[in-house]
């Protein structure tokens, strides 16, 4: 009798000769390329080092497709849209200590969206691991320490043959619900040794899946069925479970008005009869929300920006479906279910009643009206029509990256970003820089699309240097830099709150002849004539700048009185 562990795949007569006569001159960094590429990854991104040169060295001998960038946490980002964008697992090389350490704050933006980002860094060689003080250049006493609070896994690999299964096991962490960041090391002296061990010709490391406990979700279906006011929170859990259709039907089943978080951008129709849009900040929306009997929160953890600053007190019951076992009922009490998206969501709409409630698009339309006078009443028309221009001239197809800049905040409540994986921003941890690094990634991971940075003067210094990388492989991007000549809400966040901003202004440079020092095509535009700019530039191949001088303000927020 055979048993279903008895089975072994036996391997074929060419790949015993290939394991038996490995090609000469491979390293440990062969092994790391041959098993990200037996993963199935095609694009990697990063930075060389001295420790790490073995990685780069096989990257030669490879057929991955490497993105230099010019700073790490740069490169870390990239790495994160390209993640975003295409579900995969993003490989980001490293080298050892100050590239390591550059690339934390955009490993912190990947942990906080659930980009699925493989950072594989080198280390100080084998004989300088356990904590003492050995004077190798970039040594820590324990560089993985500084990771372990950021990422989901941390695997450091200490011989050859422990990388193929090291990179593996990081890959499958990095695909499973909740996606995230996770982080390999790997001495200098095993990167660099010639290796006998065989080609990595195979590597599949499926990632576990995450399915809700069928007791919660009859539980959950038979709360939202006989609910008499059932209203949704959607969240970037939605968006990266690709989970958007079901979350329509399961609306249209229960009759539920849905609003989106800022990182559940486009997970929910913007014109649907039952949308709320995006507007979780503003105080009519989070009244509608807390006068809901059962309100159904998924792929959110009710953090600050999706509970209009910790002001939103639900007193109907909660149900909370959360992949990110950390923020299952962290803030408020719920039916909590553990589970991706994407599943538990099928198992609601195979269980749940239809309801019949013809008033839910009415109710939606009074909330809706109420924002609008609110918003109209603040005398903030070239905000909005500057947000108008860029919507219009923005293919619905393409991608966006916002920067942590006024016009970012504006595009989190009021921009229509056209469908699932379209809009992106650094709102999971709110470092600046964001925006043009991950435009690159993105339009490294699909050519075919423009795509849209957009970013503040502040933000736009963190990455003037990545105009190189854009121009030296020609990515798709068009990058609007708004300039209003310092750091704009930082500079009405301290006049609101002390009468004057201190440290907000900056000298700056001219960024339409910077642009084009780089080979870049640049333009000064106007509010007027921003619609027919972008546009052009969007339609024209390459990077291109746009530096649209303004200096715009924030709506009135509703969380401080």
């Not at 070239?382 to 923005?394: C, H, I």
């Not at 030296?472 to 930082?490: E, P, R």
């Amino acid at each position: 009798m055979t048993h279903d562990h008895d089975l072994v795949l036996r391997p074929t007569a060419a790949q015993t000769t290939a394991a038996l006569n490995p090609p000469p001159g491979r390293n440990g960094g062969d092994l790391v390329v041959e098993t990200l590429a037996g993963l199935g990854a095609t694009t990697v991104f990063g930075l060389p080092g001295q420790h790490a040169l073995g990685m780069f060295d096989a990257l030669r001998r490879s057929d991955l497709r490497y993105i230099g960038l010019r700073v790490e946490n740069n490169a870390g980002f990239a790495a994160d849209a390209y993640g975003r964008i295409t579900g995969e697992a993003a490989p980001l090389l490293l080298s050892t200590g100050p590239g390591a350490l550059t690339s934390l704050a955009a490993l912190q933006e990947a942990a906080a969206a659930s980009a699925p980002v493989l950072a594989i860094s080198s280390q100080v060689p084998t004989a300088g691991l356990g904590g003492g003080r050995h004077g190798y250049l970039h040594e820590l006493p324990d560089q993985a320490a500084s990771f372990r609070g950021v990422v989901k896994s941390v695997h450091t690999v200490r011989a050859q043959s422990q990388i193929p299964s090291a990179v593996a096991a990081a890959w499958k962490s990095a695909l499973t619900a909740p996606h995230g960041p996770v982080w390999v090391e790997i001495p200098q002296d095993v990167l660099l040794a010639e290796t006998s061990i065989p080609v990595v010709t195979g590597g599949d490391a499926f990632p576990e899946e995450l399915p809700p406990r069928p007791e919660l979700t009859a539980v959950a279906a038979d709360l939202l069925s006989k609910a008499a006011r059932p209203a949704i929170i959607a969240g970037g859990g939605v968006v990266r479970a690709d989970a958007s259709t079901k979350l329509r039907q399961l609306a249209e089943a229960l009759r539920a008005p849905v609003v989106t978080t800022p990182g559940g951008k486009g997970a929910f129709p913007w014109e649907h009869p039952l949308s709320l849009q995006s507007w979780i900040e503003d105080r009519h929306t989070t009244d509608f929300l807390e006068d809901a009997d059962v309100l159904l929160v998924v792929g959110s953890g009710l953090g600050e920006l999706s509970s209009n600053y910790h002001t939103f007190k639900p007193r109907g019951r909660v149900v909370q479906i959360e992949a990110d076992l950390g923020k299952l009922e962290s803030n408020h009490p719920a039916l909590g279910i553990h589970a991706d998206a994407r599943l538990a969501l099928q198992a609601l709409l195979e269980t749940v009643t239809q309801r019949e409630d013809p008033s839910a698009p009415e109710r939606v339309r009074e909330v809706l009206a109420k924002v609008a006078e609110r918003i109209g009443s603040q005398e903030l028309t070239l905000e909005q029509d500057v947000l108008a221009s860029v919507r219009r001239a923005l293919p619905d197809s393409s991608p966006s990256f916002w920067d942590m800049t006024i016009l970012a905040y504006w595009a989190w409540s009021a921009f229509d970003a056209k469908g699932p994986n379209t809009m992106h921003s650094a709102q999971g941890a709110g470092g600046l820089g964001y925006g043009f690094p991950a435009a690159l990634g993105a339009a490294a991971a699909d050519p075919t699309r423009p795509v849209l940075a957009v970013s503040g003067d502040g933000g736009a210094l963190y990455s003037i240097a990545e105009l190189a990388t854009a121009r030296q492989y020609g990515l798709n991007v068009t990058w609007l830099i708004v300039d209003d000549g310092g750091y704009g809400i930082l500079r009405e966040y301290m006049t609101d709150a002390f009468g004057q901003a201190t440290a907000t202004e900056l000298t700056r440079p001219d960024y339409v002849a910077l642009a084009e020092s780089f080979g870049v095509p640049g333009v000064r535009t106007t509010p007027e004539n921003l619609e027919a700019d972008l546009t052009k530039a969007l339609a024209a191949p390459g990077p291109t700048v746009v530096v649209l001088p303004a200096v715009l303000r924030m709506f009135a927020p509703t969380h401080l009185g």
